[in-house]
Antibody, heavy 130, light 110 residues
Framework: QVQLQESGPGLVKPSETLSLTCTVS??????????WGWIRQPPGKGLEWIGN???????YYNPSLKSRVTISVDTSKNQFSLKLSSVSAADTALYYC??????????????????????WGTGTTVTVSS | QSMLTQPPSVSAAPGQKVTISCSGS????????VSWYQQLPGTAPKLLIY???KRPSGIPDRFSGSKSGTSATLVITGLQTGDEADYYC???????????FGGGTRLSVL
């Protein structure tokens, strides 16, 4: 079955850039029709959506993080990555990558969005500290 | 502060039924489809319900979802001690062009 695995440094210094990679197994980023994204969970807190990307490069980001976030895709390696710049202690969290169903339908003059994460990685902890 | 509002905690006895609510607005739940996730202690979230009321393969029919207006509900029947977990609702917010989650509800099976 489809598996996702996060990797990257577990410790990042304040003001530096956090970089994580998600490797996808048993599915193809370029042909699956899914979006691929990142979600984080600060210690003892709830889930926060960071953003998602399609193989074409089409992407969406959390407005509160948009100025600092970049998500990219490497189709040759079947991986996608997260970069979060100018980190602070508030960015300390468990970071998950996920496969995301993201489509829409038009009904009665309104777009209705389908949006859910059907496969999750196990998560990787990132601590921001000097 | 989450765009979707969930009760912080709910509890019920084994074998009983519990409902978890998720309240939003027209820009999110009102016009888009809702999903629910179960996060057992120390593990990654798992998809329980998608498209308001559909279950992925392998999810027992003890778990069901519904939506009415700008609110959604997760119902768990025949509670088991193994259901003790945090439960999150999620959807897309059209105005924000962003994914949003509820703050999470901790279920205790007493």
């Amino acid at each position: 079955q489809v598996q996702l695995q996060e990797s990257g440094p577990g410790l990042v210094k304040p003001s530096e850039t956090l970089s994580l990679t998600c490797t996808v197994s048993s599915d193809s980023i370029i042909s699956s029709g899914y979006y691929w994204g990142w979600i984080r969970q600060p210690p003892g807190k709830g889930l926060e959506w960071i953003g998602n990307i399609y193989s074409s490069g089409s992407s969406y980001y959390n407005p509160s993080l948009k100025s600092r976030v970049t998500i990219s895709v490497d189709t040759s390696k079947n991986q996608f990555s997260l970069k979060l710049s100018s980190v602070s202690a508030a960015d300390t969290a468990l970071y998950y990558c996920a496969r995301i169903e993201f489509t829409r339908s038009y009904r009665l003059g309104v777009w209705n969005y389908y949006f859910y994460m059907d496969v999750w990685g196990t998560g990787t902890t990132v601590t921001v500290s000097s | 502060q989450s765009m979707l509002t969930q009760p912080p905690s709910v509890s019920a006895a084994p074998g009983q039924k519990v409902t978890i609510s998720c309240s939003g607005s027209t820009s999110n739940i009102g016009n888009n489809y809702v999903s629910w996730y179960q996060q057992l202690p120390g593990t990654a979230p798992k998809l329980l319900i998608y498209d308001n009321n559909k279950r992925p393969s392998g999810i027992p029919d003890r778990f069901s979802g519904s939506k009415s207006g700008t609110s959604a509900t997760l119902v768990i029947t025949g509670l088991q001690t193994g259901d003790e977990a945090d439960y999150y609702c999620g959807t897309w917010d059209t105005s924000l062009s962003a994914g949003v989650f509820g703050g999470g509800t901790r279920l205790s099976v007493l």
